[in-house]
């Protein structure tokens, strides 16, 4: 990753191509444990048993072999409920946030730098439209390697290696953002030059030494 290898850092290949992830990245986390334990305490679920539930069935849910239909049904809405599936759903897309600073930074790069620019993301597909039309993702994403889309998610080596293709961008001219450390180590593994994302200031920095420079004296807090 760029935080550790300083051979990589001096390369002069220039950067053409940015992956991103989304949650973590550009907004948070979608519908992780803590927003999870929100939906909890807000609908007085009984989390260990939601926790468990979840966990046999987010992976299929991820890959888009389950709708978000049926996978409230079998987590949340497996027994009579005191709410119903459209409430908790706008509860769901509601944990949806931009982190600050983030995507009018990379839209920034991109026109500088005429960058493409490519989403690598683990996430489900309602989820996922969702917060590419909230957030306009889709004016700052040329192509989106999403979970639910490729019917594979990370840490699957193929996710890296069909974004690369379908960008058709060197290997040696493609950067990664990921706030998530084994994915920076598999995108690393196929040559993939990589951030590991803890927030804007850090990241900026990182980028700059990669000579992608954003000039902008806008200030901005840290993710």
């Given at each position: ?39 909890a305490n807000q609908f007085r679920l009984d989390l260990p048993e939601m926790e468990k539930r979840h966990a046999l069935t987010f992976e299929a849910f991820e890959e888009g072999k389950l709708t ?102 060197p290997v040696g001219q493609v950067a990664y953002i990921e706030n998530t450390p084994m994915f920076v180590q598999i995108a690393e593994g196929l040559g993939i030059r990589s951030i590991l994302h ?26």
């Amino acid at each position: 990753m760029i935080a550790g290898s300083e051979g990589t850092m001096k390369r002069k290949t220039p950067i053409r191509c940015l992956f991103l992830d989304i949650g973590g990245v550009l907004l948070s986390d979608g519908w992780d444990r803590r927003a999870r334990k929100r939906a909890a305490n807000q609908f007085r679920l009984d989390l260990p048993e939601m926790e468990k539930r979840h966990a046999l069935t987010f992976e299929a849910f991820e890959e888009g072999k389950l709708t978000l239909e049926e996978y409230l049904r079998l987590v949340v809405f497996d027994k009579k409920r005191a709410f119903t599936q459209g409430q908790f759903r706008r509860f769901m897309f509601l944990q949806s946030k931009p982190l600050l600073g983030m995507t009018p930074f990379v839209a920034r790069l991109k026109a500088r730098y005429g960058l493409k620019i490519v989403a690598v993301s683990n996430e489900s597909r309602e989820l996922n439209g969702h917060r590419i039309r909230q957030f306009g993702l889709d004016r700052l994403v040329d192509c989106f390697i999403s979970s639910c889309f490729v019917r594979t998610r990370k840490p699957d080596v193929d996710m890296f290696r069909l974004a690369l293709d379908i960008a058709q961008v060197p290997v040696g001219q493609v950067a990664y953002i990921e706030n998530t450390p084994m994915f920076v180590q598999i995108a690393e593994g196929l040559g993939i030059r990589s951030i590991l994302h803890t927030d804007y200031g850090t990241t900026r920095a990182k980028l700059a030494s990669l000579s992608l420079r954003d000039d902008s004296r806008v200030g901005h807090r840290a993710s």
